[in-house]
C-alpha cells in the first residue's frame, strides 16, 4: 500500500478529487468512501490527511479562500492605478471575462459547505468581510464600488449555480462597465486601464 506520506501533493491531490465529485455529482455524492475511490487511494489514506467529512469540506473552503486570494494579489500586482486597485482586482478575480475557469472548482467546497453545515463557511464569511473592508477604503466612491464589488458576486454565483450567467460580447460590456465604475472619480484619467484591464480579462 502506497504511504500517505509518500507524495507531498497528496493533500492537494485528494482536494482536487473531492471538487471533481461535488461539481461532477453533487454534494450529496461527496462522501469519504467516494473521494477515496476517485482520488485512487484507500479510506485509511484518505484519513490520514482528513479525519472527517466536515475537516475535508474545511480544508476545500480554506483552499478556495487561499487561491481567490492570490488572484486578488497578483492581479493588484498588475494594476499601476491605486484608486480602485483593489476592487478591480476583485472583479477581475471574481468574474473573468471569457467565464468560469478551472480554478472555479475550488468553490465546490463553499457549495458543500452550504449545504452540509453552513458554520464551516464562517472562515471565508470573516474573509469576505475583510475584503469589504478593503474595497470600502480603496479610493473610490464607496457606493461605486460596493456596486461592483456586488456585481462581480453576482456574476460569480451565477457562473457557479449555471443561472444563465452573461457570456461573449454581452459578459465583456458588462465589465467593462463594472470596470469603468472601478476606475476613480475621474474616468477620463483611468479609462485606458479599465480598457486595458477589460481585455486582460482577469
Known amino acids: 500500500m502506497e504511504s500517505p506520506l509518500s507524495r507531498p501533493d497528496r493533500r492537494d491531490h485528494l482536494l482536487d478529487a473531492a471538487e471533481r465529485i461535488v461539481r461532477r455529482d453533487g454534494v450529496a455524492r461527496l462522501t469519504l468512501e467516494a473521494v477515496a ?59 473573468p471575462s471569457d467565464g468560469p475557469g478551472d480554478g472555479d472548482a475550488a468553490a465546490a467546497g463553499l457549495l458543500a459547505a452550504m449545504a452540509s453545515h453552513p458554520a464551516l463557511a464562517d472562515p471565508l ?3 469576505y468581510a475583510a475584503w469589504r473592508e478593503q474595497i470600502a477604503d480603496d479610493g473610490l466612491p464607496v457606493a461605486d464600488a ?57
Do not use: N
Open 37 to 95: 475511490v476517485e482520488a485512487g487511494t484507500s479510506k485509511g489514506g484518505l484519513l490520514y490527511h482528513f479525519a472527517s467529512r466536515d475537516a475535508l469540506i474545511t480544508a476545500m473552503v480554506e483552499r478556495h479562500a487561499t487561491a481567490f486570494g492570490a488572484s486578488l494579489e497578483a492581479s493588484m500586482a498588475a494594476d499601476p492605478v491605486p484608486p480602485g486597485r483593489w476592487t478591480r482586482a476583485y472583479l477581475r478575480a471574481s468574474a
Open 146 to 202: 460596493m456596486i461592483v464589488a456586488l456585481a462581480a458576486d453576482g456574476l460569480w454565483m451565477a457562473d457557479l449555480l449555471g443561472f444563465a450567467a452573461p457570456t461573449g460580447e454581452r459578459r465583456a460590456r458588462i465589465i467593462g462597465r463594472l470596470l469603468e465604475m472601478a476606475s476613480g472619480p475621474d474616468p477620463t484619467t483611468h479609462s485606458g486601464t479599465s480598457a486595458e484591464a477589460a481585455t486582460a480579462g482577469a
Open 125 to 127: 464569511r470573516e474573509q
